[in-house]
Structure formats: C-alpha cells, structure tokens
C-alpha cells in the first residue's frame, strides 16, 4: 500500500494541526496505522497507532492528552490531529502501516511520504 502523509505546515505554540494519511488501497482490518516523527538530528520517533478493525488507539507520552488518531475506514484515510502543540513537536511526520502491533518503525513496511511541522515559540 502506497501512503501519502499531508497537512503540515508552520503554526505557532499552542496552535493546532490535523495531518491526514491518505492510503492508495483498502487497508486491511488486521493492520495497524501508525504515526512516526523524526526531528532534525534525531531518532525516528513512535507518536501514536490506531488499530484498523477497532478503532482503539496507543499514544506515545509526550503526546497523550494532546494528540488524538483517527481513522475514515471508507476513505482508507487516517488522522492525527494535534493540539496545544509545542516546538519540540518540530519534526517530520509520516504514518504508516504494520500487520502487527508494534511501537517499533522496523515492524512497519509500508511508509508514507512525510509532512514537515513546524512551531515556533
């Protein structure tokens, strides 16, 4: 599945984005959705997954309460929406997908594109 991460941009501390993954195909109800983020100079970095088949969600702490994945199972599309953001949430953001439940970027196969996030101070 080709997968393809978007609505990024600048936006100030405290402000709001919704990031969307758009898959090329239907994505199978076993997979898992998962959000990844790498700063400048960092690691990639686990933000978050929703499950395909129910919906429930895994948030990384330094993102919980502020965050949440959502998913349109008829548009194969999947959400992060990102609240009272801050500038260390300064990073690339790119979703993916996994057929098991995993935290770890090696247990995912299919990548997105990412979509740059920038705040500012």
């Known amino acids: 599945v080709q997968l393809q991460a978007s609505g990024g941009g600048l936006v100030q501390a405290g402000g709001s984005l919704k990031l969307s993954c758009a898959a090329s195909r239907r994505i199978y109800s076993s997979h898992v959705m998962g959000w990844f983020r790498q700063a400048p100079g960092k690691e990639r970095e686990f933000v978050g997954l929703?499950?395909?088949?129910?919906?429930?969600?895994t948030y990384a702490d330094s993102v919980k309460d502020r965050f949440t994945i959502s998913k349109d199972s008829a548009k194969n599309t999947v959400y992060l929406q990102m609240n009272n953001l801050k500038p260390e949430d300064t990073a690339v953001y790119s979703c993916?997908?996994?057929?098991?439940?995993?935290?770890?970027?090696?247990?995912?196969?299919?990548w997105g594109q990412g979509t740059l996030v920038t705040v500012s101070s």
């Open positions: 993916a997908a996994a057929s098991e439940y995993s935290f770890m970027p090696d247990s995912y196969r299919s």
């Open positions: 929703i499950r395909w088949n129910t919906g429930r969600t």
